[in-house]
């Protein structure tokens, strides 16, 4: 088979390039649990890291192999593990790679849940300091001896704000920290974060991967970039073979067989089936998410728009730089005196619900859900206001978008 270029042509064909019996276009579903074989010699292999293959569901299947050589390859990594959501995947980089006494800086703007996962780490015993991820001097300024992690998103949901990603890159290379950067927002599509030296790099796949909002997935992928063999919680049992790969494989030991996050191979098929299609449902959502943004920003009962796309946007220079388009989702605060809720009510397009990447156009008020439990002092130091609307924009026409939104302000 000719070598292929493309982002796309490399998804979709990409089944097509692995060893399957009978030739299927798409990967089987491997629903075994358990693996047999008929010799014992060969069943230690496997236990004992000797020779390839699987030996329990809850660490591999020939299912998830498919999606995890996929995602790797579109991150251009050296190898990726999925699990059952995007926070399995988040919580197994912390709990298998920092322990009690080690220190981790976090960018200020995360994802709710991510910000209540970074609390519950604190509680066993790893220091935790958020900054503002947007500057790298800010960054460098929390350093501690103790510091051995660096975790950024690259667009923040829901304020859009973009960390400092190549500085913050050419920072943790120098000091020898991992860098872990959440490309959730962005996709493999958007962005690499490999380009900005990252060492290892999360996906929720339940949101442009899969892109129907029909199936939890996360992945994790490392670069290939980070020197494993001077990181000191490798565990010794791990410490052989090769190097590039001891901090993938102390992942999938401890967070994969040990602690059970394991994507299912049913989950793993409609994943990849609907990542075949992630470039062209994010050059369309991207393009509604824009012209939206632009609609928005000059409306008179909009107070602000947090968008990338817009020249306004603090980091927008940043984002024309780095991303091939500016993402699909955005946030706006109304004007006080307008109510969030009778303006959703209004606006018959979108769907009031909370997810991300989702074909269809879903929208919430964010202080009274997803960062209701931050409480109000948290959520303005997190740029949320009591006013803002996150929107996850999807793949409508154009026109229907605009109009709906029109029609929903113009009843508020």
């Known amino acids: 088979m000719i070598k292929l270029k493309g982002f796309t042509s490399n998804i979709v064909h990409h089944d097509r390039q692995l060893d399957h019996n009978d030739n299927p276009i798409h990967t089987p579903i491997y629903n075994s649990v358990p693996y047999g074989y008929k010799s014992t010699k060969d069943l230690e292999n496997v236990f004992q890291g000797k020779t390839s293959g699987h030996s329990y569901a809850r660490q591999a299947t020939p299912t998830t192999d498919s999606l995890q050589s996929m995602i790797s390859q579109t991150e251009l990594g050296i190898g990726s593990l999925v699990f ?10 912390f709990l298998t790679l920092l322990k009690s006494g080690d220190h981790l800086i976090a960018s200020r703007y995360l994802f709710g849940n991510s910000y209540s996962l970074i609390t519950t780490l604190e509680n066993f015993g790893i220091e935790v300091t958020l900054v503002d991820a947007t500057d790298a001097d800010n960054v460098i300024a929390a350093k501690q001896d103790n510091t051995l992690m660096v975790f950024v998103e690259t667009i923040a949901n829901p304020g859009t704000q973009i960390s400092d990603l190549v500085a913050i890159g050419n920072w943790c290379e120098q000091e020898g920290l991992v860098y872990l950067v959440d490309n959730t927002m962005t996709s493999p599509y958007l962005f690499q974060p490999i380009r900005a030296k990252a060492s290892l790099v999360m996906n929720s796949l339940s949101k442009y991967f899969c892109g129907h909002g029909t ?13 494993w063999s001077n990181y000191p919680n490798i565990f010794d049992a791990y410490r052989k073979g ?14 994969l067989r040990d602690m059970g996050g394991t994507l299912s191979s049913d989950g793993a098929y409609q994943i990849a089936v609907g990542s075949e299609t992630m470039a062209l449902r994010m050059d369309r959502s991207c393009a509604n998410a824009l012209a939206l943004a632009q609609f928005l920003q000059s409306h008179d009962k909009i107070e602000a728009v947090y968008y990338p796309g817009l020249a306004s946007h603090p980091q927008h220079q940043k984002a024309s730089d780095w991303f091939r388009h500016y993402g699909s989702i955005l946030s706006f605060d109304l004007k006080e005196g307008y109510d969030c809720a009778q303006l959703l009510d209004a606006i018959d397009i979108t769907i009031n619900a909370t997810h991300l990447g989702d074909n269809r156009t879903l929208a919430l008020p964010m202080a009274s859900t997803i960062f209701y439990e931050m409480g109000p002092e ?7 206001s009591e006013q803002m609307i996150r929107c996850s924009i999807g793949i409508e026409d154009t026109d229907d978008l605009l109009e709906s939104f029109k029609f929903g302000l113009d009843q508020v």
Do not use: H, Y
């Open 378 to 384: 948290n959520r303005a130091k997190s740029g949320i």
């Open 242 to 255: 090769d190097e590039s790969k001891w901090g993938l494989t102390q992942i999938k030991k401890k967070a």
């Open 215 to 227: 199936v939890l997935g996360g992945a994790v992928t490392d670069t290939g970039l980070f020197d």
């Open 84 to 93: 059952a959501t995007g926070m399995s995947a988040l919580s197994a980089i």
